[in-house]
């Protein structure tokens, strides 16, 4: 049987399981909007029982207690009901975005192990895809509709089950890839929980608030902070399969949200499609998932009337590790305090944190390990449970962090550090492009180039050579010598992941490709660029 479905913790303690979550507001609020989709409305008393019902689908097909449980999806209610199902039956799920390749879903196919999979076919061509060539077979899905289910797995293995929710692996998450081979991330019940009930908290969410579900809950950023920590407040989820950005404005305009959290890329977007200023309900705004732009801050800021808040997290921390607080708006892109129960130390080259230095996290949303990786987890995770983030960070006066760039991303040239962010936001700041990206590559005498990126605005009057020309002469007046772009490469959209982020493997890749750096700035042509998804 299921793990019974109540979360067996005291009032205002997090319960040991994802359910738990669900259960307490089915209880108090059963006729209360959860979901919408396409229209519809589902209730919390009409989502628990959608998801008990999965879970005995699940023990039906045979999913034991430590089996994973593999759901290639785009965003929907089916999805949503299995992540907690998935849970009631004391499984793992592995959730996979359905845009990937081919190749990437078999490699996490076989490295799960999973016991068996489910694809939304009915949201998501691509998903259907996927199941068809996994020769999975239709099959009703929670709440009507249907979704493919492939064939068991009997060489599949179950892992050990805890009934301590911190030590017990609810979702198996594996990272986007873009540095090198995915690895997955193995997070605890209790690390979704604790960074859901944090981020609810921070939002200020209540019941009335209306939040939008375009980011994938394939991965952690939409997962955890936006459909957990919006169910957590007992608020309501409009999911979305894919952002758009006229209909997300028609949704801030016409259906009430309250809430909008986004990558930059998406608030790009909407600012192309939105009149300024925007009359609407919405109340936060958020950004997350990769850096912010100045510029792009104060752009949303003027054509909505509100503080665009800003944070930072990494799949290893289920993700969230420091925000911008509701009563504490920022006028920097500061991604804020270290949330509340978390511990962060910058160990720099003098231990002064106010210098750059490697970002290392401690506390109850930190991973488990990465699955079948041992010695890959030791690399980052220290016995004392402190997690090197591998991202380089300082801290303001007040404590605030401000993200400076990747160490794996880290640009040696002319024996100086060049951190491609500082060189992103010089770029990012001139008013005809939409967003940039910067790459090292091998140079001469064991130099490295720096190979900057971007993407024109929307209606912008320079374009190619001529933008290449004009971001030269800009970054020349505003960066010291060795920290100007060798060459600069102008592309009609840069390569993106589902979530927004920009694809900095394809784009070294291009970039070790180009020829050798030469005066001046340089574009090419859109055929020989990288396909955006």
Same mark, same amino acid.
């Given at each position: ?182 690895? *997955? +991330? ?5 690390? =979704? %929980?604790? $960074? /859901?009930?944090?981020?609810? @908290?921070? #939002? ?57 959290? *986004? +990558? ?5 977007? =909407? %600012?192309? $499609? /939105?009149?300024?200023?925007? @009359?609407? #309900? ?252």
């Amino acid at each position: 049987m299921p793990v019974p479905y109540t979360s067996r913790a005291e009032s205002g303690a997090l319960p040991e399981r994802l359910a738990g979550l669900l259960a307490r507001r089915a209880d108090d609020a059963p006729h209360a909007p959860a979901l919408r989709e396409a229209g519809r409305t589902v209730t919390y008393g009409q989502l628990r029982d959608a998801v008990q019902s999965t879970a005995e689908t699940l023990l039906a097909l045979g999913v034991r207690p430590g089996d994973r449980v593999l759901l290639v999806a785009e965003n929907c209610v089916a999805q949503v009901c299995l992540l907690f199902a998935a849970g009631l039956c004391d499984a793992w799920l592995v959730n996979v975005n359905a845009r990937l390749t081919a190749r990437e879903v078999d490699e996490i196919r076989a490295h799960s192990g999973a016991r068996v999979a489910f694809y939304t076919s009915d949201v998501s061509p691509d998903a259907a895809a996927h199941g068809h060539r996994h020769g999975a077979t239709a099959a009703p899905a929670p709440g009507g509709g249907s979704w493919l289910v492939g064939p068991i797995n009997d060489a599949a293995v179950p892992e050990p089950v805890h009934a301590d929710g911190a030590r017990q692996c609810a979702a198996l998450l594996y990272t986007s890839g873009t540095t090198g081979r995915p690895k *997955g +991330v193995m997070l605890s019940h209790r690390s =979704l %929980l604790y $960074v /859901a009930a944090v981020s609810s @908290a921070l #939002r200020g969410l209540v019941p009335r608030d209306r939040a939008y579900g375009a980011l994938p809950i394939s991965h952690v950023y939409g997962m955890t902070s936006v459909l957990l920590g919006t169910l957590y407040a007992g608020a309501c989820l409009h999911l979305v399969p894919r952002f758009a950005a006229a209909e997300l404005l028609r949704a801030v305009v016409e259906d009430g949200l309250t809430i909008v959290q *986004g +990558v930059p890329a998406m608030y790009t977007r =909407l %600012l192309e $499609v /939105a009149p300024a200023p925007v @009359a609407a #309900r919405l109340r936060f705004l958020y950004a997350g998932g990769s850096p912010l732009s100045p510029v792009l801050k104060a752009a949303v800021e003027a054509r909505f009337g509100l503080p665009l808040h800003n944070g930072y997290g990494l799949t290893e921390c289920a993700p969230t590790v420091s925000q911008s607080r509701l009563d504490a708006p920022r006028d920097d892109t500061s991604v804020g305090p270290p949330i509340p129960g978390v511990e962060v130390r910058i160990a720099g080259p003098d231990g002064d944190p106010a210098r750059p230095g490697e970002l290392w996290v401690r506390g109850p949303n930190v991973m488990l390990g990465y699955y079948r990786a041992p010695a890959e987890t030791a690399a980052v995770l220290d016995a004392d449970g402190w997690l090197n983030t591998g991202d380089v960070a300082r801290a303001g006066p007040d404590g605030a962090l401000f993200i400076v760039g990747r160490t794996k991303e880290l640009i040696v040239r002319s024996g100086f550090n060049v951190y491609p962010l500082e060189v992103e936001t010089v770029l990012n700041a001139h008013p005809d492009v939409a967003q940039s990206a910067v790459v090292g590559r091998p140079g001469a005498a064991g130099e490295e180039d720096v190979i900057a990126f971007a993407e024109p605005r929307a209606g912008s009057s320079l374009t190619g050579e001529a933008l290449a020309a004009a971001l030269a002469v800009h970054a020349a007046a505003q960066l010291a010598p060795y920290k100007r772009p060798a060459r600069i490469v102008v592309l009609p959209a840069l390569p993106a992941g589902p979530t927004g982020k920009v694809l900095k493997a394809a784009l070294r890749e291009l970039a070790c490709g180009l020829s050798a750096p030469g005066v001046g700035s340089s574009s090419i042509p859109a055929a020989s660029a990288p396909p955006a998804p």
